[in-house]
Antibody
Framework: QVQLQESGPGLVRPSETLSLTCTVS??????????WGWIRQPPGKGLEWIGI???????YFNPSLKSRVTISLDTSRNQLSLKLTSVTAADTALYFC??????????WGQGILVTVSS | QTAVTQEPSFSVSPGGTVTLTCGLS?????????PSWYQQIPGQAPRTLIQ???TRSSGVPDRFFGSILGNKAALTITGAQADDESDYYC???????????FGGGTKLTVL
């Protein structure tokens, strides 16, 4: 079964770029059946959909984050990545990577907490 | 911008039935919004319960039922158990601009 694992720095300074990687095992990210994406959850708040990427290359983003977000796939390593520029304290959150289809988001990674602080 | 609405909190007695809803601040929810439902214990990854309106994910007991009720998506839990006490989120596809949007979540208490 497909499993996802996030990795990256747990602390990012304000105005810098948040960079996370998600390693996928148990299935290839190259298959066009699914999309791959990111979701986040600020402490004590609800889930926020960040965006998804298709293996064919198309990508779709939350309009509120679109200007600062890049999502990409590395098919040779079976990984997806997230970059979020010009971060502020409001970007402090638990970040999840996940597989998404038109039906649902499933499965999810376990999540990684990223804190934005100087 | 259209918002996805959920009840902030709900309470159910053990063994009871509860229906959580997922609506739109403008318009009606239909199967075209591909509603899905997620259960989350704070600090943990969400668990996918319902896909495409009413398809239970693998391993999800048939006490959980997804549907469209009136102009909203709905998650009905029957025979509520103590470990159903969690946060529940719905996810809807809105359009090619907004894309996918989560509801604000419902905190379910079983007591």
């Amino acid at each position: 079964q497909v499993q996802l694992q996030e990795s990256g720095p747990g602390l990012v300074r304000p105005s810098e770029t948040l960079s996370l990687t998600c390693t996928v095992s148990g299935g290839s990210i190259s298959r066009n059946t699914y999309h791959w994406g990111w979701i986040r959850q600020p402490p004590g708040k609800g889930l926020e959909w960040i965006g998804i990427i298709y293996p064919s290359g198309g990508a779709y983003f939350n309009p509120s984050l679109k200007s600062r977000v890049t999502i990409s796939l590395d098919t040779s390593r079976n990984q997806l990545s997230l970059k979020l520029t010009s971060v502020t304290a409001a970007d402090t959150a638990l970040y999840f990577c996940a597989r998404q289809s038109s039906s649902a988001i499933d499965p999810w990674g376990q999540g990684i907490l990223v804190t934005v602080s100087s | 911008q259209t918002a996805v609405t959920q009840e902030p909190s709900f309470s159910v007695s053990p063994g009871g039935t509860v229906t959580l809803t997922c609506g739109l601040s403008s318009g009606s929810v239909s199967t075209s919004n591909h509603p899905s439902w997620y259960q989350q214990i704070p600090g943990q990854a969400p668990r996918t319960l319902i896909q495409s309106t009413n398809t239970r994910s693998s391993g999800v007991p048939d006490r959980f039922f997804g549907s469209i009720l009136g102009n909203k998506a709905a998650l009905t839990i029957t025979g509520a158990q103590a470990d159903d006490e969690s946060d529940y989120y719905c996810l809807l596809y809105l359009d090619s601009v907004s894309n996918w949007v989560f509801g604000g979540g419902t905190k379910l208490t079983v007591l």
